[in-house]
């Protein structure tokens, strides 16, 4: 049997949102690597091993899922939302590159339906007009990096998703991030709060900026800021097509 | 019976993409109402109306659905993708929004894998780390605007992912953005055109954007430009989650 590696996106929680491709992947994995919670998210059954981890473990994750695929298992390394979007798939393709020896392996990546994209949804189309999407984490960035994105995407009048806008680490980065973007001008921007979206934990709230407070986030928390042209209707916030 | 819209996303093409929810959406629908390639998508069956309509009907669309929901029917309306980014799902809040005779009316969005999460996932992780969206037609933005943008996000040192590349009414739109991106200093800039992705026409191709030219894109492409730290390892392009 020859080993494979498949990097999989689990969605933002109900198993609704889990895409065929994603179901086919794992019914027919050896292993499942990830970090714990999501791991969770997998049914048990016999010929599979579930191979929870730590937050933050991303590397080590990575190069066991790697180690197990060179001995001819099928593995399945899963994150929540899009693999590819500030979850595992970067960290696989760092060990991957350092490490030669795993260069002929089978690797496939299947999409999901990211946080924002999901929490979009439950609120209208905050995502309608251009926009882009920034890692609140300064684990592996400067923040002065961080700092120049927000500025620079006020500037651009792009809605910004955030991701990871608050951890136990760094408690006062998103405080930061909501100044910054009043000091660009945004505070009548609607802000859209979107917790834990499909879950039972689920929770949206939707504040001009001026009301935003850094505890209206957590760790399962995406963020949306609107653009110069996001206005409510009804229940519901989008952009509208036509720029501001 | 109470009518209701919901506005659905049926990822790139593949049916293994398209996710349960959705599916169970389409199976209790009376009418699916959208442009004739995605309409097309979906197995006709006793009962089930099916409205397909010509490119950039957006908003005569986005009425007619509401009109057929308002008079009982359950009413999908369907985007390729996610409905929320740059699809059908603004185009009914506009028309939502200048007709409060609708204003009752039960509405649900259902999110989609989105052209660039599917693209990402074939090429490696070009979007692991921060990124921005811009749909390059002008159809509905001053042209200016989209240069300003595609600037800014050279100078946050975004990859970007670039919707709507090319189309029969602007034949130099994307030629200007790639010169625009030169000009920013990004020459040696990883681009991948990801055309037709999940689809029998799927063509992925990677070159450093001194060499990209507009005919590598068409109708269907989606462009992803890497950012600073974007590099090759054996097929794949990958963001690494570090900033460069």
């Known amino acids: 049997m020859t080993g494979r590696l498949t990097i999989a996106g689990l969605g933002p929680g109900d198993a609704s949102l889990v895409t065929p491709e994603v179901s ?3 019914a027919s994995a050896t292993d499942v690597v ?12 016999d ?12 590397l080590q994750r990575a190069r066991e899922a790697l180690q197990l695929a060179s001995e001819g298992r099928h593995v399945v390394v899963v994150s929540s939302g ?11 393709f760092e060990v991957f590159e350092a490490s030669p020896q795993w260069r002929d392996l089978t690797i496939a990546l299947l999409p999901g339906v990211t946080a924002m994209l999901a929490a979009a949804a439950r609120i209208g189309a905050p995502l309608g007009h251009d926009f882009c999407a920034i890692n609140l984490s300064d684990n592996l960035k400067p923040w002065p990096v961080i700092e120049k994105r927000l500025r620079l995407a006020a500037e651009a009048d792009f809605a910004i998703a955030i991701y990871n806008p608050r951890s136990a680490s760094r408690a006062d980065g998103f405080q930061r991030a ?8 945004l505070s009548e921007r609607l802000v859209v709060f979107a917790r834990a979206v499909s879950t039972v934990d689920e929770k949206i709230e939707t ?7 850094p505890e209206m986030a957590d760790m399962r928390t995406l963020v949306i800021i609107g653009n110069s042209s996001t206005r409510r209707v009804g229940r519901w916030v989008y952009a509208p097509r036509q720029a501001g």
């Not at 909501?178 to 001008?185: D, K, P, S, T, V």
């Open 178 to 185: 909501l100044e910054i973007l009043r000091e660009a001008g």
């Open 82 to 92: 899009d693999p590819g979007v500030f979850a595992m798939a970067s960290a696989v």
């Open 24 to 26: 086919t992947a794992l």
């Open 47 to 58: 010929g599979l091993t579930l191979h929870p981890s730590d937050n933050r473990m991303e």
């Open 34 to 45: 990830g970090y714990a919670p999501y791991v969770a998210r997998i049914a048990p059954r």
């Open 207 to 213: 504040v001009p900026l001026r009301e935003a407070r």
